[in-house]
Nanobody
Framework: QVAESGGGLVQPGWSLILSCVAS????IAWFLQAPGQEREWVSC????????YYADSVKGRFTMSRDNDRNSVYLQMNSLRPEDGGVYYC????????????????????WGQGTQVAVSS
């Protein structure tokens, strides 16, 4: 089971942290689906080698972390922009502990229901 929380409405430049309950030694990723657009990956955590990947659009602003004791992953989002808005999904690749590159939604078989983030003044 995968479940996200933490979305909301914030102003540009503000910060927000998303949480996801997800367990297992699997690759876990965050995806964003902006209105009218396809779902795109934002970050991915490989538990197999400890690497974390970020899309260019969020590098330096977003940080993904994992707490294996709590079966949770987090997405710290700083300096938010209007284009960061949309529905954020947490996804698990049960068949691999590594993020497969290029990272795509087809590799992830477990998905949360999503949490809405809006960035507006």
């Amino acid at each position: 089971q995968v479940a996200e929380s933490g979305g909301g409405l914030v102003q540009p430049g503000w910060s927000l942290i998303l949480s996801c309950v997800a367990s297992g030694r699997h690759a876990i990723a965050w995806f964003l689906q902006a209105p009218g657009q396809e779902r795109e990956w934002v970050s991915c955590s490989s538990i197999g080698d400890g690497k974390t990947y970020y899309a260019d659009s969020v590098k330096g602003r977003f940080t993904m972390s994992r707490d294996n004791d709590r079966n949770s992953v987090y997405l710290q989002m700083n300096s938010l922009r209007p284009e960061d808005g949309g529905v954020y999904y947490c996804a698990v690749d049960e068949w691999s502990p590594f993020c497969r590159t290029p990272i795509g939604s087809a590799d992830f078989n477990l998905w949360g229901q999503g949490t809405q983030v809006a960035v507006s003044s």
